[in-house]
């Protein structure tokens, strides 16, 4: 699996690394074993041309100024396998990148996940994925109830994260002009 995706700044990773710190000293495991890098999505596909991307990302990065985001809150993404997320506010500015973003991509990648198409979008940066079960749910909310997950985040870069091997890994990063 492999994505397009904003990493978030240095104050915000390590906020984020912190909090999975905290839940495997605390409750007993990580919160995001297969994608452990902070972020949030505009597009997932089981693959991408990489050398095309690459040149595609290259261009688009040239057309977007860094930009700012805002979080707030914690959400669930119920199923099977709960998500804890917290969610960014979408604004037009953000839904017009996305929107460009997925169109652009899309003819690059292979078998793309409909949850990040522009009608389905709700950009999130999750909290735990994968090691979090319905039982688990309620100790890690309770851990987080009282935590202010109000942000404000400078986006300055896009970047190909994934790989066939687990965990994940950053592929390629590009600086927004």
């Avoid at 984020?16 to 596909?45: C, R």
């Avoid at 997320?85 to 017009?96: A, F, G, T």
């Avoid at 460009?100 to 909290?127: C, F, G, L, Q």
Wanted: charged share 25%.
């Amino acid at each position: 699996m492999y994505g397009v995706v904003s990493l978030l700044d240095e104050d915000h990773h390590e906020q984020m690394e912190d909090l999975w710190k905290e839940f495997n000293t605390v409750l007993g495991f990580h919160g995001v074993s297969q994608t452990p890098i902070p972020h949030f999505s505009y597009h997932v596909a089981q693959r991408y041309d990489i050398r095309k991307l690459t040149k595609l990302l290259t261009l688009t990065t040239k057309q977007i100024r860094p930009f700012k985001i805002k979080t707030t809150g914690l959400g669930i993404f119920t199923g099977l396998v709960p998500v804890l997320h917290v969610p960014i506010m979408l604004d037009k500015h953000l839904r017009n990148i996305h929107h460009h973003m997925w169109r652009a991509v899309s003819e690059v990648a292979k078998d793309a996940i409909p949850y990040y198409h522009p009608d389905n979008w709700m950009p999130h940066i999750t909290v735990t994925h994968g090691d979090v079960d319905h039982e688990m749910l309620p100790k890690v909310i309770r851990l987080l109830s009282d935590r202010d997950f109000n942000w404000e985040i400078t986006i300055d870069n896009i970047a190909i994260i994934g790989g066939d091997d687990e965990p994940h890994r950053i592929i390629s990063e590009f600086s927004l002009s």
